[in-house]
């Protein structure tokens, strides 16, 4: 089946750690995402990446860091800078920038 | 500041009903316009992309329409049933890459 997995599901840090979110896709799509989501609030893009090795800032970039060594995987690091890093985030993909968005079922990262 | 704009925010119907949310954008800078389901404990899911002023897209029971000069979208369903029930997201892209989505309209059709 081709689809996208995130994981964890479920992920606890303690203030001042790093932690990576996975996000791996078999669509063979050249565009990913990560969106973060908050109660009340639209989706809001973190970061992007248009094919590998090549990614761009989203609207709240700040605190995190994305790689994409290989076509199939997109992962997400939020940092200690991220302020409030409580969240719910999705990871995306698309096969080229305005097609329709494939969505991974989501990883909620909680900060003890 | 771009903004997408979604109403009601929540809705309860009965099995059986049909019903119908509204999604707004900004007029200009318009790329195209997405429709997705959201189902809980689910990924969301996609529904529609439109591009053109005028359009109007139907799946099953789901339909919509899109007027790009005054900025909406309407999502139609017809004749709602339980497993209707999700949250109901609109994306407006106004560049390659650059969507913006709404907090969503959250639909529970009661049996």
Sequence with gaps: DGGITQSPKYLFRKEGQNVTLSCEQNLNHDAMYWYRQDPGQGLRLIYYSQIVNDFQKGDIAEGYSVSREKKESFPLTVTSAQKNPTAFYLCASSASGNNEQFFGPGTRLTVL | ?111
């Excluded at chain 2, 500041?1 to 059986?16: A, F």
């Excluded at chain 2, 809980?40 to 002023?53: C, H, R, Y």
């Excluded at chain 2, 919509?64 to 609109?90: R, V």
């Design chain 2, 1 to 111: 500041i771009l903004n997408v704009e979604q109403s009601p925010q929540s809705l309860h119907v009965q099995e059986g009903d049909s019903t119908n949310f509204t999604c707004s954008f900004p007029s200009s800078n318009f790329y195209a316009l997405h429709w997705y389901r959201w189902e809980t404990a689910k990924s969301p899911e996609a529904l529609f992309v439109m591009t053109l002023n005028g359009d109007e897209k139907k799946k099953g029971r789901i339909s919509a329409t899109l007027n790009t000069k005054e900025g909406y979208s309407y999502l139609y369903i017809k004749g709602s049933q339980p497993e209707d029930s999700a949250t109901y997201l609109c994306a407006f892209t106004w560049g390659t890459y650059k969507y913006i989505f709404g907090t969503g309209t959250r639909l529970k059709v009661l049996a």
